[in-house]
């Protein structure tokens, strides 16, 4: 069955960096789009970051973009999320989204904090 593991997640200071992972298994990951979202205490989740099948397209909410950079690596069957330029209103727990067949399929998430 699908599965989607991320890691990287942790304790970092304003203006820091993380680089978050998640490894999928279970599927053909090359030919699926691949989604980070996010969700901080009391808030909806949303969506952070985007990237299509060959890596061609990306997207990122304007609340990231110019400070997080999502990529690729289909031998790897991996999605990366590189944050930079952190801010404590950056914490959150990311979640690494695909969706086969109209179902959507999430990771176990991985807690992010920023804080001085």
């Known amino acids: 069955q699908v599965q989607l593991v991320e890691s990287g997640g942790g304790l970092v200071q304003p203006g820091g960096s993380l680089r978050l992972s998640c490894a999928a298994s279970?599927?053909?990951?090359?030919?699926?789009?691949m989604r980070w979202y996010r969700q901080a205490p009391g808030k909806e989740r949303e969506l952070v970051a985007y990237?299509?099948?060959?890596?061609?397209?990306?997207g990122y909410a304007d609340s990231v973009k110019g400070r997080f950079t999502i990529t690729r690596d289909n031998p790897k069957n991996t999605v990366y999320l590189q944050m930079d330029s952190l801010k404590p209103e950056d914490t959150a727990v990311y979640y690494c989204?695909?969706?086969?067949?109209?179902?959507?399929?999430w990771g176990q998430g991985t807690q992010v904090t920023v804080s001085s």
């Open positions: 989204n695909t969706q086969r067949s109209g179902t959507q399929h």
């Open positions: 990237i299509s099948t060959v890596s061609s397209i990306t």
């Open positions: 279970g599927f053909t990951f090359s030919i699926y789009a």
